[in-house]
């Protein structure tokens, strides 16, 4: 098993709908977890960090249930620049290190 | 601030010969750097962790008198890949800690782009 999966999508959106990225973890011991945006041929950005409570941060909410080991991330109200592969990333406790998901490619198309 | 670069962007080269790929934190010092491979619609892999002043550690299955890293200052890691050969094409990435920083707050470079012929 992976230790952080993600459906690869492409998700193929109309803008304005809402579009929800799920993503699970293996090692039960991670400790941080975080969401990052990927453009075609660029490196990584962080999109926002995800907390047990839950956060959000405008059109953008993050969500962790560590019982369940997954985590969520919903855009609502997509706009065409929100076309990107959405990276799910798990800090591995144990030896400090982070890792990342596959990505899900998302596409909205206008 | 917390701005990195990669130098070069691309780079296309001949099977056989080496790449030398420099990641340099342009605002901050950093001892501890990361090097990441990532193949086309696979995830970022982790290569190795460069600290200042010290040998790298690599990851598994990652061999280290191929992938070269020197970390020679606070600001500057290199990475060569000797002998490249195709399979050796990938964007490469690096990542810079602050001093003090966790691995929770990297700061990553643009990437390279390594066409090997």
């Known amino acids: 098993r992976k230790e952080v999966e993600q459906d690869p999508g492409p998700f193929n959106v109309p803008e304005g709908a809402t579009v929800a990225f799920n993503c699970t973890y293996s090692?039960?011991?991670?400790?941080?977890f975080f969401w990052y945006r990927q453009d075609c041929r660029k490196e990584p950005k962080l999109l926002m960090s995800?907390?047990?409570s839950g956060n959000e941060d405008g059109r953008f909410t993050a969500q962790l249930n560590r019982a369940s080991q997954y985590i969520s991330l919903l855009i609502r109200d997509s706009k065409l620049s929100d076309s990107a592969t959405y990276l799910c990333?798990?800090?591995?406790?144990?030896?400090?290190?982070?890792?990342f998901g596959k990505g899900t490619r998302l596409h909205i198309l206008p | 601030g917390a701005v990195v670069s990669q130098h070069p962007s691309w780079v296309i080269c001949k099977s056989g010969t080496s790449v030398k790929i420099e990641c340099r934190s342009l605002d901050f010092q950093a001892t501890t750097m990361f090097w990441y491979r990532q193949f086309p619609k696979q995830s970022l892999m982790l290569m190795a962790t460069?600290?200042?002043?010290?040998?790298?550690?690599?990851e598994q299955g990652v061999e280290k008198d191929k992938f070269l890293i020197n970390h020679a200052s606070l600001t500057l890691s290199t990475l060569t890949v000797t002998s490249a050969h195709p399979e050796d094409s990938s964007f490469y990435i690096c990542?810079?800690?602050?001093?003090?920083?966790?691995?929770?707050?990297?700061?990553f470079g643009p990437g390279t782009r390594l066409t090997v012929l």
């Open positions: 995800v907390y047990s």
């Open positions: 990542s810079a800690l602050p001093r003090g920083g966790s691995t929770d707050t990297q700061y």
């Open positions: 990333v798990v800090n591995r406790r144990r030896d400090d290190k982070i890792i």
């Open positions: 090692n039960s011991a991670s400790q941080s």
């Open positions: 460069s600290n200042e002043g010290s040998k790298a550690t690599y």
